[in-house]
């Protein structure tokens, strides 16, 4: 229990550096808030206010993700880098293990994008579970 309290999976920094890009949601749908992400990505940040209100909650949506998933072998941090940038080439998928299913993004650009969509939405809890399968 102790452990892990102290677990750091998510990044401030990357928080930060998502939240300029805030008003499409990205860093909500890093801190395992994919309803809000959604939001914000459909309404600019809740018309830029909601996205100036979250430069001052990131320090608590950081600190929930990392009471809230398992930290392991896997970086949460490496997984999101991956998706956000290669996700519609599966990188981040072969990076969890997950081979067949990044072989088929690879060659279907992420599953016509809606598999890269599914795995804003659940990233974390895929990182998570793997993460505890792998610490045994």
Known sequence: MQERMHQNTHSKLIGYLLWIFGF??????????????????????????????DLFLIPGMDKEADLRFQSGTLD???????LTFLGVFGVHRMYMGKWLTGIIYLLTFGFFLIGVLIDFWTLNEQ??????????
């Open 24 to 53: 499409t949601g990205a860093h909500r749908f890093y801190y395992g808030k994919p309803v809000t992400g959604t939001l914000w990505f459909l309404t600019l940040g809740l018309l830029g206010i909601g996205w100036l209100i």
């Open 76 to 82: 949460f941090n490496i997984a999101w880098l991956l």
């Open 127 to 136: 990182v998570s579970v793997e993460n505890s399968k792998r610490n045994g």
